[in-house]
C-alpha cells in the first residue's frame, strides 16, 4: 500500500479532513475534528488506527504487524503495519472501523452534519 492510496482511501469518507497538528511529518484524518488515523508522511511504515479493545488484542495475537498503539492509548489504539506483514484489504478494515468507531462517538447534530 501506498500512502498517496491510504490517503485518497481516507479522504473518500465522508466528512473527513486531513491536517499535521503534532509536526510536519504527522498526518491526521480527522472526523468531526477527532483523529481516526495517524502516519508518517516521510516514512509510511505503519498506521496508528482505533479498535475495539478486545479486537484489538485479537489482531496482535494474529498479526507480528500489529502492535500497541505508538504513543496513545494502548488498549483502544493499534499501529498497524503497511510494510507487507498486513494485508492491505485489512488495514482498510481497520481504517473503516477506526473511523466509524470515532464517527458513532460525536454528537448526533455532527454526524447528521457529515451525512448531507
Known sequence: MTL???RDYCLSKP???EDTPFD???LCFRVGGKIFSITSISQFQYINLKCD???AIELREQYEGITPG???NKKQWNSVSTTGNVPDPLILELADQSYELIFASLPKKI???IRL
Do not use: K, N
Request: charge should be negative; proline fraction near 6%.
Open 53 to 55: 479493545p478486545e479486537r
Open 70 to 72: 505508538y504513543h496513545m
Open 111 to 113: 454526524q447528521a452534519e
Open 24 to 26: 510536519e511529518d504527522a
Open 4 to 6: 498517496t492510496y491510504y
Open 15 to 17: 466528512g473527513t479532513t
